[in-house]
């Protein structure tokens, strides 16, 4: 096709499968209404083809919205009903039809085939007459195009012969095969085996195999414990279904045990693996033998891929989403004592056809020439055919196909239809689809008159662009003359009329025509000349300092007859005042003149700011530029130039001042011991602004930084530079000594020494340890030990010739590679005290009651050893020592109550004393025997007569058991509810006054007291009264649960509820 052609039919190729439409909004939609805008200049072919598709009232052949998928239908559901979905969109709305197995579906002729809209759905679908592959057919007056084909298929599971099995018996060792032998079934289906009863399944193992290819259960060795009855079961993968197959017997022969043998593989995969790329490949392998063989896996010529598992005590070899690297050769190879055996397969992995370039719908001029070209990957590589309108398509004549191309000499109308490129391979096919009109129309044009606006002495450009099919003539006029070419007035080859340095005097009406075989038409352009327009922008260059604010005044001067707009820029690009508004306004002042705000400045906005005020006619862009003044940008690149132990002399290039000298850099660092960057001092000091190099001092040996430098101006302090490579200061003598060296403590002749550990910033190299020095107090010379641990905190020295708490003089000194550094004041440690010497004293024990001792001791003698706490030991008497329990005190109490004991035991007790030293001897063992539990029955049948405030109690005597104490009085509490405060009374006589305060609800508990404890609570009594005199008495029992109502011609101040609640501890 010809590029420079006038026609709109150029260009015309889009994508079928994506048809979208819409106008392309200009830059300055403030002209696009204009009544004498030059962007309305003639009827434009792009016009005419955005409207494409988008308009509702095109006709167009038929394009899928939805193909037919593949179908899995199960035969026993409940809905009886297959349907296969086709729905295609055109303009007529398109037909359907459908074909299985490349045979029509008649619909009139067999009731169980229906269409709704374009879906064909079958009634009562059968495997005989409905399996295949479907294809939906989609046309419409523009062509026919056939969807992909999808296959139907009928998912069923069948039912076991009843047929009864045959046992099999072998001998102990020897392997077994056992056959399933499924039923019918569609599609896949998964064994399993059931051992001797449902559900108990075979577990699969190294010597147990179920193959998913063949079914069987696999036995390598077999053993007693696999006698039984083995059932095969299926289940299908899409109905789930389940059968069971009649049990197989397993039994073993009398005759012997089977002796060792090699392995025989007996279940693998095929010599020769087709698999889809992206599936997941399984791989059997699985061999008889005994013993029982190891299976192992390897590809030849290659590795087995990372993501491969092995499952199934190896047996499987699972190679998820499988790509073309994963094909090849692979081995399993079954092996034991006696000998291996191997199996090799090849696996090949292959690949659905998927486009690489597919076919578009073109608009074509009738004589011109039609090249296509549809291109697909896949492995095996595709093939091609070609179909119009869902019939084959082959050279002949004027139509020329050669693989994935399609070429068609001088197009006539009868080409125009549908047209499908199919790439295929064994694996599948896909389509691509397109639409081929050859347009037939007299000249039309869209826009007549137009009207164009130009500028007094620049160029213009009358367009001519018909819709026209095949291409028309195009020749202008003015008046009644035809326009001849010159100098100024060109016709350019796509037909536009061209006129060079515009006057006046060109102002008038052109009259284009065009003329095809099918008609003409003319267009009329109105062209007038304006003056060209100018405009200044003021301030045309100003300096400003951050935060602060500026407004540009924009002003065109231009004729009056047209409107003006203006458009703002920022560094050529337009300003959104929407997204940039906290910054920049727009500010209308006159209808031809605007402003521009510009608030809180920042550095980002300096630049050039540009002003274009445009009119149908004209374009003019003004600029200005926008300094500003803020603190420097950061320094550039940061170079330690030399090192020393203590310096780091850096340089740096000058990074931008933005319009204000800089006046110091600020020279910081950072090293793993600092929190953040921190100003390290400089020489010289201050390092001035026309300064690119300074020296950082004062800095720590050893210890590795990075630096940066900071520039300030007037304005204030600007970003940091990158921070530079890090660099290590070299070593020098440690100068920083061990802080707070103390000591004491430890055992009997030691002396310990601590300090605190010196950080590894102030180590200043490699090789750091601690010099530890002491003496004897009055001695006169040191002795002195290395401690080779940077990290260390303790020395501790062991002497027997000295006594405890023998005074020392100690320092801590420093040291690395290169050389010795300070020590630390000089400090007095005494030696350890060691651990108690002695034992307690004077230790008593006593019983408090059936739970509890108390046991008391005195301390040992003053002196070295002071015990820190004692330890109490306990043990029954039927106990050992070793398995009682301990007991410590909190702090340095010589008394302790031991809890939680047996009643009526005997108990042996001991006490130590303990420091951080250690623990002393112990006392000698002393006994106590705790009471006789208190009694178990809680007191009973509780009485009570109540009068006035003054409750009379009474209750049944407990009497204790053999085992128990012996009863020594009771014990009554009252409490008020809603009040914290209890009332306690205790008696030797069961029977008690109570005295009741005041009206409320109260309740009594009595208790048995003995020397073993507290006994049992008896049964709560809850009185609720009010305030007053008693007149009459009530006499109430507690085992008895009632009200007691006086007679009417009694007069009550009280009212009395008396209710047994159970008992509840106190």
């Not at 010529?301 to 070899?317: C, D, E, H």
């Not at 389509?431 to 081929?436: D, F, G, K, R, V």
Request: with cysteine; charged share 20%; hydrophobic share 35%.
């Amino acid at each position: 096709m010809k590029p420079d052609s006038s026609s709109v039919l150029n260009s015309r190729s889009r994508p079928r499968q994506h048809h979208s439409g819409g106008l392309v909004t200009p830059d300055w939609p403030a002209f696009s209404s204009h009544p004498l805008s030059a962007l309305s200049l003639l009827g434009s072919q792009e016009d005419y083809r955005s409207e494409g598709k988008a308009n509702e009232s095109e006709e167009f052949g038929p394009v899928f919205t939805q193909e037919p998928e593949d179908v899995i239908f199960p035969l026993d559901s409940d809905e009886k009903k297959v349907a296969m979905h086709c729905e295609a969109r055109g303009n007529p709305p398109p037909t359907y039809s459908w074909y299985i197995n490349r045979t029509e579906v008649d619909a009139d002729g067999d009731y169980r085939y229906s269409f709704i809209d374009g879906n064909l759905i079958i009634t009562n679908g059968s495997e005989t007459h409905d399996y295949g592959k479907y294809q939906c057919k989609a046309e419409n007056s523009f062509g026919t195009v056939l969807s992909r084909e999808a296959l139907l298929q009928f998912a069923y599971l069948g039912a076991f012969s009843t047929k009864t099995r045959g046992g099999v018996s072998v001998r102990e060792g020897q392997g077994v095969v056992l056959m399933c032998t499924p039923p019918a079934h569609s599609p896949e289906i998964i064994y399993s085996w059931v051992f001797n009863e449902f559900p108990s399944f075979v577990a699969e193992d190294s010597r147990r195999f179920i193959s998913q290819d063949t079914g069987n259960l696999y036995i390598s060795k077999v053993q007693p414990h696999d006698v039984g009855s083995y059932i095969c079961l299926v289940k299908n993968t899409v109905t789930n279904a389940r059968v069971l197959s009649p049990p197989t017997p397993l039994t073993l022969k009398t005759d012997g045990v089977m002796g060792e043998y090699e392995p025989k593989i007996e279940v693998h995969f095929p010599t020769s693996v087709l698999a889809a790329k992206g599936v997941t490949v399984r791989l059997e392998c699985f061999a008889l033998g005994n013993p029982v063989p190891t299976i192992t896996w390897r590809k030849i010529n290659g590795n087995i891929p990372k993501k491969a598992r092995l499952r199934k005590s190896q047996a499987v070899l699972e190679i998820p989403n499988i790509q073309l690297e994963d094909s090849g050769t692979y081995e399993c190879k079954a092996e034991n004592p006696r000998g291996g055996t191997a199996f090799k397969g090849h696996l090949q992995v292959y690949t659905l056809p998927q486009w690489v370039r597919m076919i578009n719908d073109t608009q074509m001029d009738s004589g011109e020439k039609l090249q296509w070209e549809c291109k697909a990957m896949g492995r095996p590589r595709p093939t091609y055919r070609w179909l119009r309108n869902g019939l084959p398509l082959t050279s002949q004549g004027r139509v020329e196909t050669l693989n994935g191309e399609l070429t068609i000499h001088k197009v006539q109308q009868a080409d125009s239809g549908m047209y499908q490129c199919v790439a295929e391979n064994k694996y599948g096919a896909i389509y691509s689809n397109a639409e081929l009109k050859i347009l037939a129309s007299a000249p039309v044009f869209v826009h007549n008159p137009v009207r164009v606006i130009a500028t007094l002495g620049k160029d213009v450009s009358l367009e001519c662009k018909p819709r026209a099919s095949p291409k028309p003539r195009i020749t202008w006029r003015r008046g009644d003359r035809r326009i001849q070419q010159n100098k100024r007035i060109m016709l350019l080859r796509n037909n536009t009329l061209r006129i060079v340095n515009s006057s006046r005097a060109d102002e008038g009406n052109y009259v284009c025509r065009a003329e095809n075989q099918l008609g003409s038409a003319e267009m009329t352009a109105i062209l007038w000349v304006k003056e060209a327009m100018r405009v200044e922008l003021s301030p045309s260059r100003v300096e400003v300092t951050v935060g602060e604010s500026v407004v540009l005044s924009c002003k065109a001067t231009h004729d009056t007859s047209l409107d003006v707009a203006f458009q703002w820029f920022f560094n050529q690009k337009p300003i959104n005042f929407q997204q940039d508004g906290g910054h920049f306004e727009y500010i209308q002042t006159q209808s031809s003149t605007v402003d521009l705000m510009i608030r809180s400045i920042l550095l980002k906005h300096a630049g050039k700011y540009g002003c274009r005020a445009q009119t149908s006619a004209d374009s003019v862009f003004a600029e200005a530029e926008l300094l500003v003044r803020g603190p420097p940008g950061p320094p550039g690149v940061v170079i330690v130039e030399e090192i020393t132990d203590t310096t780091a002399t850096l340089s740096w290039t000058r990074g931008l001042d933005n319009h204000s000298p800089i006046s110091t850099y600020n020279l910081q660092a950072r090293s793993p011991f600092s929190l953040g960057w921190q100003t390290v001092k400089t020489d010289p000091d201050p390092v001035t602004g026309d300064m690119e190099s300074a020296m950082a001092v004062e800095l720590n040996p050893w210890v590795e930084y990075e630096f940066r430098v900071v520039a300030s101006n007037a304005i204030g302090t600007g970003d940091p530079s990158a921070p530079s490579r890090g660099v290590r200061t070299k070593e020098a003598v440690p100068s920083v000594a061990p802080a707070n060296v103390s000591g004491g403590n430890g055992r009997r002749h030691e002396l310990v020494i601590s300090w605190e550990p010196v950080s590894e910033e102030f180590q200043n190299g490699e090789g750091f340890g601690y010099i530890v020095a002491f003496r004897a107090n009055g001695s006169r010379g040191w002795k002195e030990k290395m401690v080779t641990s940077a990290d260390s905190t303790t020395y501790k020295y062991r002497d027997e010739t000295f006594p405890p708490l023998t005074p020392f003089e100690v320092k801590v000194g420093v040291y690395n590679n290169k050389g010795d550094g300070p020590f630390s004041k000089v400090v007095v440690i005494h030696s350890a005290e060691g651990e108690p010497r002695e034992a307690p004293s004077d230790v008593k024990a006593y019983s408090i009651s059936s739970t509890e001792i108390r046991i008391t001791w005195k301390p040992p003698n003053p002196g070295p050893g002071k015990p820190r706490g004692y330890e109490v030991s306990l043990w029954k008497d039927s106990e050992q020592e070793e398995s009682g329990k301990k007991q410590r005190t909190l702090k340095n109490e010589t008394s302790m109550v031991l809890t939680g004991l047996e009643g009526n035991s005997m108990y042996h007790i001991t006490v130590k004393g303990f420091n951080s030293i250690g623990q002393g001897p112990a006392t000698a063992a002393v006994t106590a025997r705790t009471r006789k539990a208190p009694p178990a029955q809680p007191p009973s049948s509780l009485m009570w007569i109540q009068e006035g405030n003054n409750v009379t109690l009474s209750w049944d005597p407990v009497k204790a058991k053999d085992n128990e104490s012996d009863v020594i009085g009771y014990m009554v509490l009252l409490k008020q509810e809603g009040r914290g405060h209890n009332q306690v009374t205790r008696t030797i006589n069961p029977s008690t006054i109570l005295s009741l305060p005041e009206g409320g609800t109260y309740t009594i508990e009595v208790r048995a007291l003995s020397e073993g404890g507290e006994g049992a609570v008896s049964s709560q009594v809850r009185l609720v009264t009010s305030s007053g005199k008693l007149e009459a008495s009530v006499r109430a029992k507690s085992s008895q649960c009632s009200v007691h109502c006086l007679p009417q011609s009694l007069t009550w101040t009280a009212l009395l509820l008396v209710l047994l609640v159970p008992s509840a501890s106190w």
